[in-house]
């Protein structure tokens, strides 16, 4: 089995900032990238950020230069540095991570559960 856990969302000020943490277990052979989406009731789920095992990154428009994706190979976690926080960001944030299982045929997408992140005054 594999499951993709992530942490660290909450209340925050415009401006201010959190750190999203993500990490994948379990009969992990293989992980291609990690990669952060965001949905708001009502609206499809977007892209934020993704990271490749050989550290390449890509952001949305909407939070370049605000946002920093990072890993940590050795532990399977994917982080998300979210400065300058905008109304705007409120959102649940999930993770995926694009795995090869060990024994498995395919690379399979797994996702975490969510975390509710909300910027309000």
């Known amino acids: 089995q594999v499951q993709v856990v992530e942490s660290g969302g909450g209340l925050v000020q415009p401006g201010g900032s959190l750190r999203l943490s993500c990490a994948a277990s379990g009969s992990i052979f293989s992980i291609n990238d990690m990669d952060w989406y965001r949905q708001v009731p009502g609206k499809q789920r977007d892209l934020v950020a993704i990271?490749?095992?050989?550290?390449?990154?890509n952001y949305a428009d909407s939070v370049k230069g605000r946002f920093t994706i990072s890993g940590d190979n050795a532990k399977n976690t994917v982080y998300l540095q979210m400065d300058s926080l905008k109304p705007e960001d409120t959102a649940v944030y999930y993770c995926?991570?694009?795995?090869?299982?060990?024994?498995?045929?395919?690379?399979?997408?797994?996702w975490g559960q969510g975390t509710q992140v909300t910027v309000s005054s």
């Open positions: 990271i490749t095992s050989s550290g390449v990154t």
């Open positions: 995926k991570a694009r795995i090869w299982k060990i024994g498995g045929s395919s690379w399979t997408d797994y």
